[in-house]
């Protein structure tokens, strides 16, 4: 079968390996890069839920435990200490209560802890730290590591104007497939007619960090944190690094880094854990996640012979085995182990009702 990957992300790429007995062409101008480059490497499925998105949750925790096994095909390590989950005012501690009873009605317990326990935990916590969870079952990957394993060695580095069956064109040529699989992030709504209202860019800027002599230790746990509602996560990363993200919100496709998000993630960070001070400034970036309406990706058929495998917003990294095992199952007629994410629900032709005719 000849396959064509529009998108060299974290699932494009991973398509393209899991389909790698084929004839696979990966077509992205800049391979690698996006918003999988300045991801925070996240996988956590758990401390990501939220009442009313329990398909998001059933998905999220398939593919986590499809991830010892993807990581090992790959040669990579996963960071297993688990996700703190902390609160600094009333207000966060009260949003934590709604994550705790909601994970609790879907039968996924996690441990409730005062401030004073999470900093016998976590000694990087600082004093504004009022109560939080504690999630044993998530991981976290290096994403940048994980690009580098992904890498394929068949690709065409230029942009993609459209995607129809049998044909992906570009500015100069035309690439003729039996399968196109749109895998663009962020810009793979301009790429087919079904996807124009259903994917959307959401901006999101992040910052490493590396400790200096006498700073504090990084912590060992992945620290997602709720500072008067607003969100930060701090992510260690091996040689003392640390991922400090992410600003969130609508920008369109603007990939400019803001002086006003760098202050927010370093005052929100800072309350969580005020050893960050004395760190080094290492990288700030920016990227856009590719967001639908309703947070669920969107993996499934457009029409006999195009695929689309994107919308995945903040779980791209997450849900990339899974979404990988999902399109090869749907190029090779199976079911999808992704029924929740069919795109039918969202795109504007009949969508998902197409099946492969060749």
């Known amino acids: 079968m000849r396959v064509v990957v529009v998108g060299g992300g974290v699932i494009g790429l991973a398509v393209a390996w899991r389909l790698a007995d084929h004839d696979v ?14 991801a925070g490497g996240m996988l956590a499925p758990v401390t990501e839920a939220w009442p009313g998105e329990e398909d998001l949750l059933d998905l ?8 010892p096994a993807f990581a090992a095909a790959l040669g990579i390590d996963l960071h297993t200490r688990g996700t703190i989950v902390a609160g600094v005012d ?25 401030g004073r326990e999470l900093r016998r935990v976590e000694p990087a916590l600082g004093p504004s730290v009022r109560s939080g969870l504690l999630v044993p079952g998530d ?4 994403n ?14 230029k942009p993609v104007r459209s995607v129809r069956p049998g044909a992906v064109e570009l500015a100069d040529a035309t690439l003729h497939c039996d399968l196109a699989v749109i895998a663009a992030g962020a810009w793979s709504g301009s790429l087919h007619p079904a996807l124009a209202s259903a994917v959307r860019p959401v901006k999101g800027e992040i910052l490493r960090l590396r400790r200096r002599p006498n700073a504090v230790p990084p912590p060992v746990h992945t620290v997602r944190a709720l500072v008067e509602s607003r969100p930060v996560y701090l992510v260690p990363r091996a040689g003392d690094e640390l991922v400090v993200g992410a600003t969130q919100y609508e920008a369109g496709f603007d990939e400019e880094v803001t002086a006003g998000g760098v202050r927010d993630l370093l ?11 004395e760190y080094g400034l290492t990288e700030c970036a920016a990227g856009l996640r590719a967001g639908s309406r309703d947070n669920l990706p969107l993996v499934g058929w457009l029409e006999p012979g195009v695929l689309v495998a994107a919308g995945h917003h903040r779980n791209g990294l997450l849900l990339a085995p899974l979404t990988a095992d999902a399109v090869r199952a749907l190029a090779l007629g199976e079911p999808s182990p992704m029924a929740a994410a069919d795109p039918a629900r969202l795109c504007d032709q009949n969508a998902g009702s197409a099946r492969r005719t060749n």
């Open 60 to 67: 999220g925790s398939e593919s986590l435990d499809r991830w």
């Open 144 to 157: 940048r590591e994980l690009l580098g394993r992904l890498s394929f060695p068949s690709v065409v580095g």
């Open 139 to 142: 991981l976290a990957v290096d």
């Open 267 to 277: 005052t929100y960070g800072e309350r969580v854990m005020p050893g960050i001070a």
């Open 25 to 38: 062409t990966v077509v992205d101008p800049n391979p690698g890069r996006g918003a999988s480059w300045v």
């Open 90 to 114: 009333s207000a966060d501690a009260g949003q934590l209560d709604t994550l705790a009873g909601f994970l609790a009605r879907r039968g996924r317990e996690v441990e409730r802890l005062t």
